[in-house]
């Protein structure tokens, strides 16, 4: 455990350093995923890990730790212990499912994305112009 201040380190530079999360359910998963590194979830609630799971997807692939903290050992044991962390898989499923494959990069994706659309032009139905109004002539 390490406590940073000021300008020390960026929460990236936080990130790469360390070797587990423990968090709430909050963004801060998503922005620790790349890093496919273990990471602990909060269920103050007790809730059962199966319902848990189905209403936080972004804790599919991590390992819940209840009110009284009884999980943490067993957690650190099998995540401290090189091929024994049996999310790792569920990581990089996860990853790729909400951030995209690691290959080709975001950037490279982005830019294909932004030229397939404009060699598909605008969209007659999202850009067009309501069509004039022709007097009747009766």
Partial sequence: ?????????????????????????????????????????????????????????????????????AELADILAVTTTPGRDPLAEERTRLRDYLLGPAEPDAMTRFAAAVDALAEAGPRSTMYALPAPRVPDPA
Wanted: aromatic share 8%; with cysteine; charged share 15%.
């Fill in 1 to 69: 455990h390490r406590v940073v201040t000021g300008a020390e380190a960026s929460l990236h530079d936080c990130f790469n350093r360390s070797d587990m999360l423990i968090t709430d359910i909050s963004s801060v998963i998503s922005d620790y995923m790349p890093s496919l590194k273990p990471y602990v979830v909060t269920n103050p609630h007790a809730a059962n890990d199966a319902e848990f799971r189905a209403a936080f997807p972004s804790a599919s692939a991590a390992y819940l730790l209840g009110p009284g903290c």
